[in-house]
């Protein structure tokens, strides 16, 4: 078990807004974290600062990879943000998850379909390997963006809300399928659904314009009154059951 | 009809009118497919009245006016390019601004040029019938560019259109790629103004993906089909324009609509007929 990545007093947001402040965080091999928390405190902006889409206004982002090629991300962005009209073909999406790995030129088609349709095989929508975005129910986008994230072998999989747009069963296959892969990689799911997510995750970190993190899977009323993070509180147990606590700010009004 | 197909081989501004149909097509088929894929027509459609004030300036200072299109297209692209990226500045009143400037610009300088301004007209309306040789060659240089680009890298290009943030996550040069594209997007358009002026322009870029993609949904495809419509377009209109003697552009902008709705049509028509038997089975 070794440190994939950490995030060491960092300061971040866009132009001359701050998102996110001081926040400390690392994630190491087999973690398999939540990201909670209200909109707009910081969730995606963490997400973008571990990619390295955006860089720290203060402190540092660090890096731990333990071989030269090995792929650090599988990133599953939130489906929102695709033009479900746009011509491309569900084998296409997964072949672009290798990317980095083939450079500009593509590297050897054969081997890369292969390896593309196994991965379409393994998530059960080989079948749809022809079709194009717009043929797609939102279940099967996510399991082809799912394939897309997985083909290069991440140890680190990023998850931003991948349950919304999918029923319940898909939703119930998805987080079954992310405790399999738990057991290779580490994940890190953003998700506005506490409830569901809980059962799954190890450890749960709130994200709320500062970022609350303990290695830990419970969370006790008096941290969460520190948090102001409106969330669940989860405690493991025999009997599987889940406390419900108003948060603080809302209750007030 | 069979006099005209004479007329071609007889004629050298009709043959050069036709390699230039066939050049420019190539061109707007592969950078069409992009623009309309990506959702950059009204971008294009930007570029495209702002290159009008580099014609304006170049007429006023005495250079060529192709050299002033290409230098205010490109720096115009580069500009929208830089603003979409910043939240202060929503993209497509950004591409207005420049749109109306640009035109207005030209306007002015051309107003202000003593004299006559020849060629005006061809390059608001077009003149696919007066291109010269210099023109096939620099439209020839364009489109070995474009095809080598897009050979190389397609696969970086398509990614980087459908998912920039995930190509972003890949390590792919992002930024340069969108602004190399952007780059021939501008040249492209600007040396495609001879064949259906810049009132025109649009519809070469557009008309013929979007037919295309009635009854394909691959962007390599797409591209193919696009290039065949663009230069059929080009070429009936042409024939037409030269038989019945009516500006060429105007022609070739009608012949593609007509193509794009006869499509249209056939599929409706075999979407229904397939719905129709699969329904006959089921009972």
Redesign the interface.
């Known amino acids: 078990m070794s440190k994939i990545l950490d995030v060491v007093n960092v300061t971040a947001g866009y132009g001359s807004d701050v998102i996110l402040k001081d926040i400390n965080f690392e994630v190491i091999d087999n973690d398999f974290i939540g990201v909670i928390g209200p909109n707009g405190g910081g969730k995606t902006t963490l997400l973008k600062l571990l990619l390295g889409e955006i860089n720290p206004f203060q402190g540092h982002v660090n890096f731990y990879p333990s071989s030269k090629d090995e792929t650090l991300f599988g990133y599953l962005p939130q489906v929102s943000t695709i033009d479900r009209e746009f011509p491309i073909k569900v084998i296409d999406i997964v072949l672009s998850g290798l990317m980095h790995r083939n450079g500009l030129f593509g590297g050897n088609k054969n081997i890369n379909r292969k390896k593309a349709l196994e991965i379409l095989s393994t998530a059960g929508v080989e079948h749809l390997w022809n079709y194009s975005v717009g043929e797609l129910s939102g279940g099967q986008l996510q399991r082809v963006f799912l394939c897309r994230a997985l083909i290069s072998q991440p140890r680190l999989l990023i998850l931003d809300e991948p349950n919304t747009y999918v029923d319940n069963k898909f939703e119930k296959e998805l987080y079954e399928l992310l405790r399999e892969l738990n057991k290779r990689m580490a994940i890190i799911m953003v998700s506005h659904d506490v409830g569901t997510i809980t059962s799954y995750v190890k450890t749960i970190a709130c994200v709320n314009r500062h970022l609350h993190y303990h290695r830990s899977n419970k969370i006790t009323p008096e941290q969460l009154a520190a948090y102001e993070c409106p969330i669940q509180i989860i405690s493991h147990g025999k009997i599987p059951h889940t406390v419900l606590l108003d948060h603080r700010k809302e209750a007030k009004v | 009809m069979i006099a005209i197909f004479k007329d071609i081989f007889e004629y050298q501004f009709l043959m050069n009118a036709v390699i230039a149909a066939f050049l420019v097509s190539i061109v707007a088929g592969i950078i069409g497919t992009y623009i309309t894929?990506r959702?950059l027509v009204f971008l294009s459609g930007g570029i495209t009245h702002a290159s009008f004030g580099g014609i304006g300036i170049a007429y006023f200072l005495g250079f060529n006016p192709v050299i002033g299109a290409i230098i205010f297209s490109i720096l115009s692209a580069f500009g929208i390019e830089a603003l979409s990226h910043r939240?202060?500045m929503r993209e497509d009143s950004a591409i207005g601004i420049l749109w109306a400037f640009g035109m207005a610009i030209g306007i002015i300088f051309i107003f202000l040029t003593p004299g006559y301004a020849p060629n005006l007209l061809s390059f608001l309306f077009g003149s696919i019938l007066t291109v010269t040789n210099a023109d096939l060659l620099s439209l020839l240089a364009l489109n070995l560019s474009v095809i080598l680009f897009f050979v190389?890298?397609?696969?970086?290009i398509?990614?980087i259109?459908?998912?920039q943030?995930?190509?972003?996550?890949?390590?792919?040069?992002v930024t340069i790629l969108n602004y190399v594209l952007i780059t021939f997007i501008a040249i492209a358009i600007v040396l495609s103004i001879r064949v259906v002026g810049i009132i025109l322009l649009i519809s070469l870029f557009t008309i013929p993906p979007a037919t295309a993609?009635i009854f394909?949904?691959?962007?390599g495809k797409?591209i193919f089909w696009s290039i065949l419509l663009s230069f059929l377009g080009c070429f009936f209109g042409l024939l037409i324009s030269y038989g019945i003697n009516i500006p060429s552009g105007a022609a070739i902008v009608v012949v593609l609509v007509f193509m794009f709705g006869i499509i249209k049509a056939l599929h409706g028509l075999y979407n229904w007929l397939k719905r129709r038997s699969s329904m006959a089975r089921n009972k």
Not at chain 2, 165 to 172: D, L, M, N, S, V
Request: no cysteine; glycine share 0%; net charge positive.
């Open positions: 894929s959702r939240k202060s190389l890298f397609y696969r970086p398509l990614y259109a459908f998912d943030e995930f190509a972003r996550t890949q390590k792919i040069p993609n394909s949904n691959h962007f797409i």
